[in-house]
């Protein structure tokens, strides 16, 4: 089955601690997102990649770094930059980039919940 | 500054009534606007996908309009059911990737 999958579902950080959320897509989906999502808030965009080896931030990129080796994968380190990470993170791709004319359905995972120790 | 709106933030419904959502945006400048749906704890599923140069979208008993000149869209659910409980959320795509509404909250009570 095609899809999004993030790993872990549930993750603890310590203070200081520098910690990474998979996500990989085997949609063939050139666009990838990280959304963060707070009670209250709806989703804010973190970071955003359309091709390997290449991204831009978001909204709310301090205290977050990505990386695009694959075309498949768009891991997020939450660092201890990141003061107030508790929060419910989204992963997502869409076939061509939001805020292109053909962009089409954006697609997400399942979603990470960072907690803090 | 894109922004968008949904209103209400909360709505509760007895089973298998006709109810509507409602999405507002800033800037008429959009390529297009998606609808999800999102339940407790889970990631978000499309519902809709509405292009700019169309009006409307409809999907079994979902139909999704789209007035861009107005910087409106609505959600019409028909005859709803307790598993249509969920927040749903519209977004809208346009020279920056997509911007969300904080979502309306919908339960559906049998």
């Known amino acids: 089955d095609g899809g999004i999958t993030q790993s872990p579902k549930y993750l603890f950080r310590k203070e200081g601690q520098n910690v990474t959320l998979s996500c990989e897509q085997n949609?063939?989906?050139?666009?990838m997102y990280w959304y963060r999502q707070d009670p209250g808030q709806g989703l804010r965009l973190i970071y955003y990649?359309?091709?390997?080896?290449?991204?831009q931030k978001g909204d709310i990129a301090e205290g977050y770094s990505v990386s695009r080796e694959k075309k498949e994968s768009f891991p997020l380190t939450v660092t201890s930059a990141q003061k107030n990470p508790t929060a419910f993170y989204l992963c997502?791709?869409?076939?061509?980039?939001?805020?292109?004319?053909?962009?089409?359905?954006?697609?997400f995972g399942p979603g990470t919940r960072l907690l803090v120790l | 500054k894109q922004e968008v709106t949904q209103i209400p933030a909360a709505l509760s419904v007895p089973e298998g009534e006709n109810l509507v959502l409602n999405c507002s945006f800033t800037?008429?400048?959009?390529?297009?606007l998606q609808w999800f749906r999102q339940d407790p704890g889970k990631g978000l599923t499309s519902l809709l996908l509405?292009?700019?140069?169309?009006r409307e979208q409809t999907s079994g008993r979902l139909n999704a309009s789209l007035d861009k000149s107005s910087g409106r869209s609505t959600l019409y659910i028909a005859a709803s059911q307790p598993g249509d409980s969920a927040t749903y959320l519209c977004?809208?795509?346009?020279?920056?990737?997509?911007?969300f509404g904080k979502g309306t909250r919908l339960s559906v009570i049998a």
């Open positions: 509405i292009q700019s140069s169309q």
């Open positions: 800037d008429s400048a959009i390529y297009n």
């Open positions: 949609l063939n989906h050139d666009a």
């Open positions: 977004a809208v795509s346009g020279n920056t990737p997509l911007v």
């Open positions: 997502a791709s869409s076939t061509g980039l939001a805020g292109v004319q053909e962009m089409g359905t954006q697609y």
């Open positions: 990649s359309q091709i390997v080896n290449d991204f």
